[in-house]
């Protein structure tokens, strides 16, 4: 079977149901990941959703700020709410994806994007989004499997992860080695993380790492697509169990264009289980 997964800051999924729904008529994903959702449980769009088969639905809310919600065709086995670095501010949950046999674990993340200065010392903010790499690449070695384990971890890491890691997921490197977002020390914690489960970048098994990758375009650009300065915050990362499974991916550019648009776009992957 196939299984199509879907990661999106929709930047406030009330002002943007709209696209939600256009985009889930367009691209059918099997679950969708939002993340700054920005609205409280009892008001987010469930109908909306419920109309187009997504019956299966995980949110965790607040107003104004952050907000996380997966929405899904299949059937969860289980549902786990995360709170991260002592705060209780939406920015992690988790959903076993009953597929038949072992469950495939799903994490939305959204994680900080930390403020403008880059130094923990000045600013909390930032202080607070290396605090949740720490915790996050300490939590998944946790549940690292033995090496001699019959059945390796299938799981699913996706959302804001608000790094652009590598050379080419930003505009120019060089000029933002000092911007938080693809500061060294961002850089080498996203690293720490990917390191503590092995992770597979899923786009970068399609677009090699020398090539520009782009999800998210500041809403200062007048025209984003003529500046094109970009940046990679927008991940679906796999453990080494889903390689062999891993079977496309796709970074919907064009609906940077669309009326009331996100600064983000959606960002699928597909598996074939």
Known sequence: MSLSIATWNINSVRLRIGNVERYLRLR????????????PDEFFPHLAFEALGYRHRLVQGMKSYNGVAILSKVPFAATTVHHRCGK????????????????ILL????IPAGGDIPDPDE?????????????????????KPRPRARKGLRRIAVGDLNVAPLEHDVWNHKQLLKIVSHTPVEVDLFGQMQA?????????????????????WSYRNNDWRVSNRGRRLDHILATPALSGAISGHRIDTDLRDWEKASDHVPVMATFDL
């Open 28 to 39: 059918k994903p099997d679950v969708l990941c939002l993340q700054e959702t920005k609205c």
């Open 123 to 143: 600013n909390v903010k930032f202080a607070h989004k290396l605090d949740f790499y720490r915790e996050m690449a300490k939590w998944y070695a946790g549940h």
């Open 88 to 103: 209780e501010d939406c920015r992690h949950i988790e959903a076993a994806l009953d597929l038949g046999g072992d469950p």
């Open 107 to 110: 994490d939305n993340l959204y």
């Open 196 to 216: 503590s489960l092995d992770w597979i970048d899923v786009p970068r098994r399609f677009v090699t790492a020398d090539r520009k990758l782009y999800s998210w």
